[in-house]
T-cell receptor, first 114, second 109 residues
Framework: IAGITQAPTSQILAAGRRMTLRCTQD?????MYWYRQDLGLGLRLIHY???????GKGEVPDGYSVSRANTDDFPLTLASAVPSQTSVYFC?????????????FGPGTRLTVL | GQNIDQPTEMTATEGAIVQINCTYQ??????LFWYQQHAGEAPTFLSY??LDGLEEKGRFSSFLSRSKGYSYLLLKELQMKDSASYLC??????????WGAGTKLIIKP
């Protein structure tokens, strides 16, 4: 079934550890996004990529990095996790070619940093 | 800057109609989206408005007034499965989505 997958589903991580959240889509979408969702707040954009080989910073990029080596994969790395990065992380993708661009979301990764 | 406001929580009765409002302030506008998010799940697309007026899709309709910075999502013939959060998001001048905090809709029998 076409769509977006994320791994892991959930993770408990010690502060200071490095962690990579994986995201893969098979819809050949150009654009991909990483959001975090915290209780009482809207989805906040961390990083995005309009096309393979390019990335950009969103609203809350500090402490996170991304890469886009190919169309399908868009991993998000926390170099040294801190408790404030405890959140639910959603990856999304879209065609990225018009203003009516609908984003499709993966199932999310629930991350707890202790 | 940009700002989106929507009620935190609403309650409605099965079979009834409910209207969820969203107001926004933005310097650039390229459309307004509504998404549905069930607890513990990913957001899923419901509707998109870029011109003023009403867009109808079955039991769900979405309205936009750009001059008033206002949108609403209208849900008719409510079903228990409609219990979810409803997220309003505007597409800014950079074609990025700015999200509201969401409205949790509770449906009672």
């Amino acid at each position: 079934i076409a769509g977006i997958t994320q791994a892991p589903t959930s993770q408990i991580l010690a502060a200071g550890r490095r962690m990579t959240l994986r995201c893969t889509q098979d819809m050949r979408h150009n654009a991909m996004y990483w959001y975090r969702q915290d209780l009482g707040l809207g989805l906040r954009l961390i990083h995005y990529s309009n096309t393979a080989g390019t990335t950009g910073k969103g609203e809350v990029p500090d402490g996170y990095s991304v890469s886009r080596a190919n169309t399908d994969d868009f991993p998000l790395t926390l170099a040294s996790a801190v408790p404030s990065q405890t959140s639910v992380y959603f990856c999304a993708s879209s065609q990225g070619d018009s203003s009516t661009d609908t984003q499709y979301f993966g199932p999310g990764t629930r991350l707890t940093v202790l | 800057g940009q700002n989106i406001d929507q009620p935190t929580e609403m309650t409605a009765t099965e079979g009834a109609i409910v209207q969820i409002n969203c107001t926004y302030q933005t310097s650039g506008f390229n459309g307004l989206f509504w998404y549905q998010q069930h607890a513990g799940e990913a957001p899923t697309f419901l509707s998109y408005n870029v011109l003023d007026g009403l867009e109808e899709k079955g039991r769900f309709s979405s309205f936009l007034s750009r001059s008033k910075g206002y949108s609403y999502l209208l849900l008719k013939e409510l079903q228990m499965k409609d219990s979810a959060s409803y997220l309003c998001a505007l597409m800014d001048s950079n074609y990025q989505l700015i999200w509201g905090a969401g409205t949790k809709l509770i449906i009672k029998p």
